[in-house]
T-cell receptor, first 115, second 112 residues
Framework: GAGVSQSPSNKVTEKGKDVELRCDPI?????LYWYRQSLGQGLEFLIY????????KSGLPSDRFSAERTGGSVSTLTIQRTQQEDSAVYLC?????????????FGPGTRLLVL | DAKTTQPNSMESNEEEPVHLPCNHS???????IHWYRQLPSQGPEYVIH???SNVNNRMASLAIAEDRKSSTLILHRATLRDAAVYYC?????????????FGAGTRLTVKP
């Protein structure tokens, strides 16, 4: 079946502009995660959605970052007034129910470059 | 999550077995040991996980030390496609922890 998809695959923007990154999770998965991966680094947790519960936003690095998940499916990560340090690969993952032992299935990521 | 320690890089020859070590000396009794890998230009993918007993699946085997302070991911016959960064992660069953803490992992190079 279809895996997690993300769009765009690459995004180049100018400092100060807003960007929106999209994630389509696996159908039927109730949990959705966003991570950020800087060049040569491990993954940094950003935000987690589980069903209709309030999202866990504890990993968002600043108030310029926000995310929504509409209808329990598609999610959009928005970065306002982008800075050069926001350049990274943004990865989305989904899991069936969000339990701690659930396998997370990752998308290919969106490579963001802020000039 | 407890911290894990892995070598930065390892090399292997194609068709030979590979043993990727992970130290987790502060592991708690409820922590499961998970392995993910990240192929070039892709998101991470699940490999295997275990608690106390050794585990086998179609991708790899996981050998867990008796004291659980270390584990080893075993690729029985490395192929060029196995070149990736391998992450060892501890996840607790009892805690509602949504944050999988990926460290820097081990970059595996497979030589033909």
């Amino acid at each position: 079946g279809a895996g997690v998809s993300q769009s765009p695959s690459n995004k180049v923007t100018e400092k100060g502009k807003d960007v929106e990154l999209r994630c389509d999770p696996i159908s039927g998965h109730t949990a959705l995660y966003w991570y950020r991966q800087s060049l040569g680094q491990g993954l940094e947790f950003l935000i987690y959605f589980q069903g209709n519960s309030a999202p866990d936003k504890s990993g968002l690095p600043s108030d310029r970052f926000s995310a929504e998940r509409t209808g329990g499916s598609v999610s959009t990560l928005t970065i306002q007034r982008t800075q050069q340090e926001d350049s990274a690969v943004y990865l989305c993952a989904s899991s069936f129910s969000g339990g701690d032992l659930e396998t997370q299935y990752f998308g290919p990521g969106t490579r963001l470059l802020v000039l | 999550d407890a911290k894990t320690t892995q070598p930065n890089s390892m090399e292997s020859n194609e068709e030979e077995p590979v043993h990727l070590p992970c130290n987790h000396s502060t592991i708690s009794g409820t922590d499961y040991i998970h392995w993910y890998r990240q192929l070039p230009s892709q998101g991470p993918e699940y490999v295997i996980h275990g608690l106390t007993s050794n585990v086998n699946n179609r991708m790899a085997s996981l050998a867990i030390a008796e004291d659980r302070k270390s584990s080893t991911l075993i690729l029985h016959r490395a192929t060029l496609r196995d070149a990736a960064v391998y992450y060892c992660i501890l996840r607790a069953e009892l805690y509602n922890n949504n944050d999988m803490r990926f460290g820097a992992g081990t970059r595996l190079t497979v030589k033909p």
